[in-house]
Antibody
Framework: QVQIQESGPGLLKPSETLSLTCTVS????????WGWVRQPPGKGLEWIAYIYYTGYTKSSPSLESRVTTSLATSRKKFSLHLRSVTAADTAVYYC???????????WGPGMLVTVSS | EILMTQSPDIVSASPGEGVTLSCRASQNVWSSLAWYQHKPGQTPRLLIYGASTRASGIPDRFSGSGSGTEFTLTISSLQSEDFALYYC????????FGQGTTVEIK
């Protein structure tokens, strides 16, 4: 059974880059789409981006200018980088396996990232 | 951006009762709609995709219907474990979520 675990700094200052690494266990990166979803405190879910195991990636139109994604298949990791963060980027960030990049069938436990000076 | 609006925000029901949750899209999303269940302290769980197809392991008391802009999730007979927050999500044009409907115990 595939499991995903998020890791990275939980506290950032405004203008810094959020780097979230997702580690996959119980399955392979290959053949799958992976993604990131976030939930600001008290707000709804927002889909950030997804990446196919080939490296094809697509990001939210509202975030794409600040988002970079990558994966390291042999190390079973995929990563999100969000540049120039502000307090509005404070959220629980979820790593996920997605079906064709369309909807999520496996979620990581989520990680709170706080942006504060 | 396609706006997803769920109603009601909260529904109160007793175990054994049936409930219907609604999700409306601001434009046509065809059948590109998923439903998730989210309980406090847990990760969301995929219930339905393609508007009406149950995900693996989902009991048949959960059913989804609709297409275009109007969708419903029906829970035919609430079990104690079904009291939770439910989200819809479209994947026709990027991916956006509704704000959620809470199913609470009456």
């Amino acid at each position: 059974q595939v499991q995903i675990q998020e890791s990275g700094p939980g506290l950032l200052k405004p203008s810094e880059t959020l780097s979230l690494t997702c580690t996959v266990s119980g399955g392979s990166i290959s053949g799958n789409y992976w993604g990131w979803v976030r939930q600001p405190p008290g707000k709804g879910l927002e889909w950030i981006a997804y990446i196919y195991y080939t490296g094809y990636t697509k990001s939210s139109p509202s975030l794409e200018s600040r988002v970079t994604t990558s994966l390291a298949t042999s190390r079973k990791k995929f990563s999100l980088h969000l540049r120039s963060v502000t307090a509005a980027d404070t959220a629980v960030y979820y790593c996920a396996r997605t079906v064709r990049g369309e909807y999520v069938d496996v979620w990581g436990p989520g990680m709170l990232v706080t942006v504060s000076s | 951006e396609i706006l997803m609006t769920q109603s009601p925000d909260i529904v109160s029901a007793s175990p054994g009762e049936g409930v219907t949750l609604s999700c409306r899209a601001s434009q046509n999303v065809w059948s590109s709609l998923a439903w998730y269940q989210h309980k406090p302290g847990q990760t969301p769980r995929l219930l339905i995709y393609g508007a009406s197809t149950r995900a693996s392991g989902i009991p048949d008391r959960f059913s989804g219907s609709g297409s275009g802009t109007e969708f419903t999730l029906t829970i035919s007979s609430l079990q104690s474990e079904d009291f939770a927050l439910y989200y819809c999500q479209q994947y026709s044009n990027w991916r956006t979520f509704g704000q959620g409907t809470t199913v609470e115990i009456k």
